[in-house]
């Protein structure tokens, strides 16, 4: 089974930290563009963060840009999403995927707007993170 599997998350004050981890199961994550994801229930998913493959180019949504940081362990095959400055609108629950039969041709930014589109069941998917941003 092609998935990611995720930790980290949590409870943290406005302004505090947290570290998402996904390290890719029966795949090597290296080899594809990998997307980070947003759900708050009533809300539609949002893209977080899209990676290419080579990991030289990360796209930001705008209200993360400069607060959090995507990046890659090659060795241990994992993603990570360090989140800083957290405020109480990012809280909500997380996610990591890829796109690992590679359905969605190599455009990282198509890769990145389908798994947004499709959610969990089409590509890799993390099984999710819980982050809440609360005094």
């Known amino acids: 089974q092609l998935q990611f599997v995720e930790s980290g998350g949590g409870l943290v004050q406005p302004g505090g930290s947290l570290r998402l981890s996904c390290t890719a199961s029966g795949f090597n994550s290296n080899e594809y563009a990998v997307g980070w994801f947003r759900q708050v229930p009533g809300k539609e998913r949002e893209e977080v963060a899209c990676?290419?493959?080579?990991?030289?180019?990360?796209r930001y949504a705008e209200p993360v840009k400069g607060r959090f940081t995507v990046s890659r362990d090659k060795v241990s095959k994992t993603v990570f999403l360090q989140m800083d400055s957290l405020k109480s609108e990012d809280t909500g629950d997380y996610y990591c995927?890829?796109?690992?039969?590679?359905?969605?041709?190599?455009?990282?930014?198509?890769?990145?707007?389908?798994?947004?589109?499709?959610?969990?069941?089409?590509?890799?998917w993390g099984q999710g993170a819980q982050v809440t941003v609360s005094s």
């Open positions: 995927a890829a796109d690992p039969e590679r359905y969605s041709g190599s455009d990282y930014r198509a890769i990145c707007h389908n798994l947004r589109m499709a959610g969990p069941g089409f590509g890799a």
């Open positions: 990676m290419t493959s080579d990991g030289n180019t990360i």
